[in-house]
């Protein structure tokens, strides 16, 4: 199973959006709207942001906004802030009843 | 407060073994699907094992097959991962995570270090 394919980096500045984006394939992504996605900050564990597409915990800011369309995830973040600097995976659950996690996008707030 | 906390990684040989466990508190334990999840240094994420609320269904990526067993006692609210033939590509902070139900991962532990080296 290869990994879902991710940006490497993006930028932004405060109050801006922004919007990172996701590739899978039909037995992924397409398959289920089963994609999550997690931001982690450096020497932390993930954290659970967006799942079923669209759906925010808890807690999570609405700041915080997922979306799909056919076999690509997008994740976005509006009125940015100097705390949303992280890292930020993808994932998806497979006709494979595996899982499958992006590469990871570094999200740079100027 | 879900809490979920790993421990027993360390530095083992190439094809040694290493049994990690997972202690949760917090939640019905036995009411959740739990994952592994692993990270290289300086790498992605990579799904490892899953395994049912009753503990006797599982499922496993590729690389792991055949060489990760994963179970849970639901009397202790412990999860386990034993790591037989241990490979150098196997070295990576394990995490324990609980399935959120829709097949996420909507808690995780802070990870235990396993490194693989001679």
Known sequence: QSALTQPASVSGSPGQSITISCTGTSSDVGAYNYVSWYQQYPGKAPKLVIYDVNKRPSGVSHRFSGSKSGNTASLTISGLQAEDEADYYCSSYTTSITWVFGGGTKLTVL | ?118
């Open chain 2, 1 to 118: 407060e879900v809490q979920l906390v790993e421990s027993g990684g360390g530095l083992v040989q190439p094809g040694g073994s290493l049994r990690l466990s997972c202690a949760a508190s917090g939640f019905t334990f036995s009411s959740h699907w739990m994952h592994w999840v692993r990270q290289a240094p300086g790498k992605g994420l990579v799904w490892v094992s899953r395994v049912n609320r009753e503990g006797n269904y599982t499922n496993y990526a590729d690389s792991v097959k055949g060489r990760f067993t994963i179970s849970r006692d639901n009397a202790k609210n412990t999860l386990y991962l034993q790591m037989n033939s241990l490979r150098a590509e196997d070295t990576a902070v394990y995490y324990c995570t609980r399935d959120g139900d829709n097949w996420n991962f909507d808690h995780w532990g802070p990870g235990t270090l396993v490194t693989v080296s001679s």
